[in-house]
């Protein structure tokens, strides 16, 4: 019987032909070629025309087109981006608007306590005006004043190119390292608000102090995109304590902690050079860099003890890696695993 029906059945014929379908995948290549390209031509036309978009909500902007431009082939997955996304990107531009709500006036903010610890770490002198005095000269700028800039500058984009990869690699890390970010920014801002410092550049006590950094922009000549919200009202110049600056690599740090010694050594020479180009710069006194560093850890510790921050941040495959096999893995895998 069976034999029958298999020589009454009639021989394979080749699959119907639907059109346009032999293209597809030609042009889902071509996509997944030409939305990098076009996004990496856009931003350079920007940079050129405007400036680096340094403001968090071009920085956001920036890095929300660049993950859909990187990310084609996952288009199904935007929607999940955004809802990711929306909630940090929220809380940080509150954060901006907040940050200079609570300014004051400089004579109403505290220098007092910084000056006598700098001075008792300084052996008597204030770290700031030592490095000004033997390595600053305004008339011409060395090698380690381009350098003291680039690492500062690195504040403005670092963090949010770390998350975006983060997302992007290591998605089961993305919910941790967006709750630590945000926990410790708006540690920092209720720090200003309850305590207003003032940097070393605006102390009249030390002379004069440059702030480097603007003198080397100046020299540069570069220019940067400004906020479509922000405003001068929104710069709050007593925010100097804790340094976010200094906080940030060491929060960098202690996420990568288990990536290894090369991460470790590298972030925790970044956090120095940090410390040493907001110091020699004018920008925050050395207390305000070690207050930075506490809150760093504190915020680190909180989130290690909050009882989901060790399980995937989304559920389901994740993307395709490219950092360590054994660091990338959930730590509920790494543990059946050991």
Same mark, same amino acid.
């Given at each position: 019987?069976?034999?029958?029906?298999?020589?009454?059945?009639?021989?394979?014929?080749?699959?119907?032909?639907?059109?346009?379908?032999?293209?597809?995948?030609?042009?889902?290549?071509?996509?997944?070629?030409?939305?990098?390209?076009?996004?990496?031509?856009?931003?350079?036309?920007?940079?050129?025309?405007?400036?680096?978009?340094?403001?968090?909500?071009?920085?956001?902007?920036?890095?929300?087109?660049?993950?859909?431009?990187?990310?084609?082939?996952?288009? #199904?997955?935007?929607?999940?981006? /955004? =809802?990711?996304? +929306?909630?940090? &990107?929220?809380?940080?531009? !509150? %954060?901006?608007?907040?940050?200079?709500?609570?300014?004051?006036?400089?004579?109403?903010?505290?220098?007092?306590?910084?000056?006598?610890?700098?001075?008792?770490?300084?052996?008597?002198?204030?770290?700031?005006?030592?490095?000004?005095?033997?390595?600053?000269?305004?008339?011409?700028?060395?090698?380690?004043?381009?350098?003291?800039?680039?690492?500062?500058?690195?504040?403005?984009?670092?963090?949010?190119?770390?998350?975006?990869?983060?997302?992007?690699?290591?998605?089961?890390?993305?919910? #941790?390292?967006?709750?630590?970010? /945000? =926990?410790?920014? +708006?540690?920092? &801002?209720?720090?200003?608000? !309850? %305590?207003?410092?003032?940097?070393?550049?605006?102390?009249?006590?030390?002379?004069?102090?440059?702030?480097?950094?603007?003198?080397?922009?100046?020299?540069?000549?570069?220019?940067?995109?400004?906020?479509?919200?922000?405003?001068?009202?929104?710069?709050?110049?007593?925010?100097?304590?804790?340094?976010?600056?200094?906080?940030?690599?060491?929060?960098?740090?202690?996420?990568?902690?288990?990536?290894?010694?090369?991460?470790?050594?590298?972030?925790?020479?970044?956090?120095?050079?940090?410390?040493?180009?907001?110091?020699?710069?004018?920008?925050?006194?050395?207390?305000?860099?070690?207050?930075?560093? !506490?809150?760093?850890?504190?915020?680190?510790?909180?989130?290690?003890?909050?009882?989901?921050?060790?399980?995937?941040?989304?559920?389901?495959?994740?993307?395709?890696?490219?950092?360590?096999?054994?660091?990338?893995?959930?730590?509920?895998?790494?543990?059946?695993?050991?």
């Amino acid at each position: 019987m069976s034999t029958e029906r298999a020589a009454a059945r009639p021989p394979d014929l080749p699959a119907p032909v639907v059109p346009g379908g032999a293209t597809r995948p030609l042009a889902l290549r071509v996509l997944r070629i030409g939305a990098p390209v076009a996004y990496v031509v856009a931003l350079s036309l920007v940079i050129v025309s405007w400036g680096l978009p340094l403001a968090r909500d071009q920085l956001f902007l920036w890095m929300g087109l660049g993950l859909a431009a990187f990310s084609v082939a996952g288009w #199904r997955g935007w929607g999940r981006m /955004v =809802l990711e996304w +929306l909630p940090f &990107f929220g809380l940080l531009v !509150a %954060y901006d608007f907040l940050r200079g709500a609570v300014s004051v006036t400089p004579a109403q903010a505290h220098v007092t306590a910084q000056l006598d610890l700098d001075r008792a770490l300084g052996g008597g002198g204030v770290p700031t005006v030592w490095l000004q005095e033997h390595l600053w000269r305004p008339e011409h700028l060395h090698w380690y004043d381009y350098a003291a800039w680039g690492v500062y500058m690195t504040h403005f984009f670092a963090v949010w190119i770390v998350a975006a990869l983060v997302w992007r690699f290591a998605r089961h890390r993305f919910r #941790r390292y967006a709750v630590l970010t /945000v =926990l410790l920014t +708006l540690g920092a &801002f209720l720090t200003y608000w !309850a %305590y207003p410092a003032q940097p070393p550049w605006m102390v009249a006590e030390l002379g004069a102090v440059d702030r480097i950094v603007p003198d080397v922009w100046g020299h540069l000549g570069v220019h940067t995109v400004a906020s479509v919200y922000g405003n001068a009202d929104l710069v709050n110049t007593v925010a100097a304590m804790p340094s976010l600056h200094g906080a940030y690599p060491v929060m960098l740090l202690l996420f990568f902690w288990s990536a290894g010694w090369p991460a470790r050594a590298g972030l925790a020479l970044y956090a120095l050079a940090m410390g040493f180009a907001l110091v020699y710069g004018g920008e925050h006194f050395v207390t305000d860099i070690l207050a930075g560093w !506490a809150m760093a850890g504190a915020a680190f510790a909180l989130v290690a003890l909050m009882p989901w921050s060790a399980a995937p941040g989304l559920r389901g495959r994740p993307a395709r890696a490219r950092w360590p096999a054994w660091w990338r893995r959930a730590p509920s895998a790494r543990r059946r695993a050991g």
